[in-house]
């Protein structure tokens, strides 16, 4: 299970730090991502990061503003989010891969590799 917390309202270049739990598995051992979807807008990838710290992606929409982190020893992973802007005005959640082997760069940001979804928290960039 998977749970976001952290998002809130915050005005256009401000920062939030984005919290996931996760519960009944051992988060180290698994390629986490973020994901968001804004009102009437498709679901866009953010960030994800493999189980060995090796692989990182991002989108190019928020790549040098945004960071992913883990802290395995508390099943936790985190988001980062400096230099907000109004499009990044979103319901944020986190994802599990199914597998425990890593998948390759391309495949960070592949839907179906993903098994289990969290409830996500609402971020709110005002102008």
């Known amino acids: 299970q998977l749970q976001a917390s952290g998002g809130g309202l915050v005005q256009t270049g401000g920062s939030l730090t984005l919290s996931c739990q996760a519960s009944?598995?051992?988060?180290?051992?698994?390629?986490m991502a973020w994901v968001r979807q804004a009102p009437g807008k498709e679901f866009e990838w953010v960030a994800a990061?493999?189980?060995?710290?090796?692989?990182?992606r991002y989108a190019d929409s928020v790549r040098g503003r945004f960071t992913i982190s883990r802290d395995n020893a508390k099943n936790m992973l985190y988001l980062r989010m400096n230099s907000l802007r109004v499009d990044d005005t979103a319901v944020y959640s986190c994802?599990?891969?199914?597998?425990?082997?890593?998948?390759?760069?391309?495949?960070?940001?592949?839907?179906?590799?993903?098994?289990?979804w969290g409830q996500g928290t609402q971020v709110t960039v005002s102008s």
């Open positions: 990061k493999d189980s060995s710290g090796m692989r990182t």
């Open positions: 009944g598995f051992t988060l180290r051992q698994y390629t």
């Open positions: 994802a599990k891969y199914s597998r425990q082997r890593d998948p390759i760069f391309s495949e960070l940001f592949r839907k179906d590799g993903y098994d289990v």
